[in-house]
């Protein structure tokens, strides 16, 4: 058996990914693990771990350490917007019941972001925090911007619920209840 020193980084993402394919979260996290051991300063361990401990485990303080690292080693080199980091926390803060954290870094990621998918899912994020934070006037202003968006946000897959729930809130808040 070879040790992890001399498995090349590349084939540990590789096999982080195929297992996070199968469903097998908790290996591919000990397989990403395994290449920030090997190589700390890999932004996209940190950022492909962080995902995976935000989406498939919810683990959102383990998920925001690690994208806080991967954002401070840098991720435009690899493709990744910032506004994608900015959600990101934006997620984590949310999950943590931190909303006035998590509106304010998902506001930052509306910045210069062009992709109508995630100005869509960051809409209805914030519009969640609003709701929370009772804030009408900022829940009519998201609902806004993510219903402006919902073709698109439909066109990628995105539950028809979530714009049936969007719609009947508005009309909720127009109508003064």
Known sequence: MQSSRN???EELLRSAEEREETGDALGAEALLGRVISLKPEFSLAWYRR??????EQE???????DLRRAEELGVEHLGIPVSQLHYLHGECLFGLGRFEEADARLQQGLLGEQDEVLRAEIYYRR???????ERPEALREA????LAHKAAFLDSGGEGEQVERAETRLAELSSGR
């Open 7 to 9: 498995v090349p980084i």
């Open 143 to 146: 609902l806004l911007g993510f």
């Open 127 to 133: 519009a969640e925090c609003a709701d929370e934070l």
């Open 59 to 65: 683990a959102y303080e383990e998920a925001l350490a």
């Open 50 to 55: 962080g995902m995976l401990r935000l989406f």
